[in-house]
């Protein structure tokens, strides 16, 4: 029997929107089904750097300058010192995730992916997806269904090489943004990542191990940015979400497959979730059209390599409150430091670049 579409994706986030457009590049029919109504709102830091940018970009999306707010680089600020860099090439955008979402939908319809929205998908079937009684065959699945996803533990893919959680509390305020930089606020065991999201609004996310940790009591651990935050008036209710650092066995069982959160993720800390996403997408696509999910595997891998040493590093400095005063005063005495780290976290930088930096960094402080 004749399947009723090639590609079955299960959850219409930005994984599975992304999956959706790249199947359909590569020329196959796909169906997308998730159980909420557009558009989908998740707490998230709302901030893509020039590599997710340019991924997003390879799926046919751009974000409109008038919906979103341009950032030229990154600032840390911990222990009254700050370290800023700009981004090598390019720029970084803030956009809400609603609006994000909107622009991918839009995209996804041009397309040609069939979109079914409500549509909680309630198991796997040997020739397709259940939707409650209802049968949909399909020659690929995938399961795009976020961290918690079923879909992984329906196609027993549930298995971990790591699994850790921090837990995160995100609000917009009303103000205009003071900076062109997107900041991460370092407190005790916890940090603030502020994004430029409109010309009056930032987003705030708190992320930290305790999940009873909000922002307004974490505020006053953070003097110079609450004293920023003092006039504002909130423009979104504060909605909490996990961020984890997941690495599974395996990505695919026969012909299901994961994408997104659902197949692992890196800590929000270094804002390359959504890039990680689109990417894997890409190559998803790529794998279907040659029935190889194997190859899949290896290069979901390899795309998660770099941003998952970049968040090893940085939450080191996390756990560590005096290696990361110390990390900062190297950055300080040597502002190219923080540059070439920025450039390595968003993959402008050689592996040698890399090496040298790493050299560099631990001779400051040695020596500091
Ligand atoms: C605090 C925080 C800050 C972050 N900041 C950034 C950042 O600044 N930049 C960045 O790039 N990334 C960031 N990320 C990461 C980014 O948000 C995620 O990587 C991204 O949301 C993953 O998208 P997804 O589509 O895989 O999952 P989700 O967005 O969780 O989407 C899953 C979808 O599946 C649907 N679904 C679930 N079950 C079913 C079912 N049975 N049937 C049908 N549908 C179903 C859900 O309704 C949902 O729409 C952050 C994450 C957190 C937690």
């Not at 909680?120 to 995938?142: F, K, N, Y």
């Amino acid at each position: 029997m004749k399947p009723a579409t090639d590609v079955f994706i299960i959850g219409g986030g930005p994984a599975g929107l992304a999956a959706g457009i790249a199947v359909r590049q590569q020329g196959l029919e796909v169906v997308v089904a998730d159980g909420a109504r557009p558009p989908i709102d998740k707490p998230c830091g709302e901030g893509l750097m020039p590599d997710g940018c340019a991924a997003l970009a390879q799926l046919g999306i751009s974000v409109p300058e008038e919906l979103s707010r341009p950032f030229r680089g990154i600032t840390f600020i911990s222990g009254g010192l700050r370290a800023e860099a700009n981004f090598p090439t390019g720029t970084g955008i803030g956009v809400r995730r609603t609006v994000l979402h909107r622009l991918m939908v839009e995209r996804a319809e041009a397309a040609g992916v069939s979109l079914l929205w409500k549509t909680p998908v309630t198991a796997l079937h040997a020739e397709g997806v259940l939707l409650g009684q209802e049968l949909v065959r399909s020659r690929w699945i995938v399961g795009a269904d976020g961290g918690h996803s079923l879909v992984r533990r329906w196609a027993g893919l549930d298995r971990f090489l790591c699994d850790r959680t921090r837990f995160a509390f995100r609000r917009h305020y009303r103000i205009a943004p003071w900076t062109d930089s997107m900041e991460l606020h370092w407190g005790p065991k916890c940090q603030i990542y502020v994004t430029p999201v409109a010309d009056d609004e930032i987003c705030v996310a708190l992320v930290s191990g305790d999940p009873h940790l909000r922002l307004d009591a974490a505020l006053p651990a953070f003097p110079e940015f609450a004293a920023r935050l003092r006039d504002a008036e909130p423009s979104s209710a504060e909605r909490g979400a996990t961020s984890s650092t997941r690495k599974l066995r395996q990505v695919y069982q026969g012909r299901v497959a994961l994408v997104g959160d659902a197949s692992g993720a890196v800590d929000s800390i270094t804002g390359e979730g959504l890039c990680l996403t689109f990417r894997q997408a890409q190559v998803l696509a790529e794998c279907f059209v040659r029935g190889d999910l194997r190859r899949y595997q290896k290069e979901h891998r390899k795309l998660a390599r770099r941003p998952a040493m970049m968040a090893g590093l940085m939450l080191t400095l996390d756990w560590k409150t005096s290696l990361r005063q110390r990390v900062m005063r190297a950055f300080d005495s040597d502002p190219r430091l923080f540059s070439r780290m920025l450039a390595m976290h968003v993959g402008a930088l050689s592996s040698l670049d890399f090496a040298i930096n790493g050299l560099s960094l631990g001779w400051h402080l040695v020596t500091a």
